[in-house]
């Protein structure tokens, strides 16, 4: 299994995160995504994925959008685009982002802008996105479009958009990943999209340490057994099935592991 979106980086894995990794491995857990959330992370995030690639680690470098309002005057300054690039060949991050809208998020304007410079330097480099939208699926659209998205595709990290937008983003060649959320008590809207989403689309995550599928416990890359079983019993087959095929998407989406 890949977990395509994990935030091995964060604070709340210092004082376990090799133990983290052990018990990841020990539940089947082959490789990890672990995205950027800021260019002032981005150094010690790259020094992970170096120090843990043998264990399958990868990385992504790009602005979470939830952190646009806290952003630096030097995060915030410059040609993004071009300091996207630099940053994304010099580490070999295998993907931009994470990027994106979040409706409960300030400084929209902002955000929009990020969003398409990150689309721009995704196309520059010939590398896909990953993709968070929380509530702003409207002005998301409009500006995948705009910037051709299509030309170098992504996922939507725990998507959020519903089954009836998933014949629109997957139009995008966008997939869609899946991550604790499927596993609540009376989930209904994931469980719906899960169904819809194409064979080829389909991805899992923990987006660790938030989301866990286990209630009062940290969330850790180990989980996505339950994240798989919950999207296998979505589209009606088994756990092996949906282990095995979102194995293979992550594979192809990325060109790694």
Known sequence: MIDTHCHLDLAAFDADRDAMLDRATAAGVTGFLVPGIRPNTWDALVALGVREAARGVRVALGFHPQIVPELDAGERGGDRVA????????SGAVAVGECGLDGGTGERELQEALFADHIRAARALRRPLVIHVLRAHDAALRILRAERVGEVGGVLHSYSGGAALVPVYAA??????????IAYPNARRPIEAAHAVPDGALLVETDAPDQTPHHGQRNEPA????????????????????????????????ATW
């Open 172 to 181: 995008l060649d966008l997939a869609f990943s899946f991550a604790g959320p």
């Open 223 to 254: 989980f996505l057994p339950a994240i798989v079983a919950a999207v296998a019993a979505a589209r009606g087959t088994d756990a092996t099935a949906i282990a095995a095929l979102t194995t293979a998407n992550a594979r192809s989406r990325f």
């Open 83 to 90: 300091r996207l690039c630099a940053a994304i060949e010099a």
